[in-house]
């Protein structure tokens, strides 16, 4: 079982930076590819960056490459998204999500979910 638990979204003006954290229970996260996904309101909730267990692997969505770094620290069991750039289209709830079953996999491939921190971007 791995319980996971998001935090660092709030309010940002266009152009600005946050840096959102995943926590991870449990002692298997290296185990794991880990995923931050996003949902904008009557939006699909789609994959915006993962990485592997080692961090040497990394995929980013179209949209987001270039503006956001996804990284992780195995001895702390989290996963971090560093956002720069930040455009009123960023704004949703963020997700991280958890799965062995490869760095780019779909929605119902993931394993565990956070409940998500939500990220506005304000124009």
């Known amino acids: 079982q791995v319980q996971l638990v998001e935090s660092g979204g709030g309010l940002v003006q266009a152009g600005g930076s946050l840096r959102l954290s995943c926590a991870a229970s449990g002692r298997t996260f290296s185990r794991y590819f880990m995923d931050w996904f996003r949902q904008a309101p009557g939006k699909e909730r789609d994959l915006v960056a993962a990485i592997d267990w080692s961090g040497r692997s990394t995929y980013y969505a179209v949209s987001v490459k270039g503006r956001f770094t996804i990284s992780r620290d195995n001895a702390k069991n989290t996963v971090y998204l560093q956002m720069n750039s930040l455009t009123p289209e960023d704004t949703a709830v963020y997700y991280c999500?958890?799965?062995?079953?490869?760095?780019?996999?779909?929605?119902?491939?993931?394993?565990?979910w956070g409940k998500g921190t939500l990220v506005t971007v304000s124009s």
């Open positions: 999500a958890a799965t062995q079953r490869g760095l780019r996999v779909g929605v119902s491939s993931m394993d565990y």
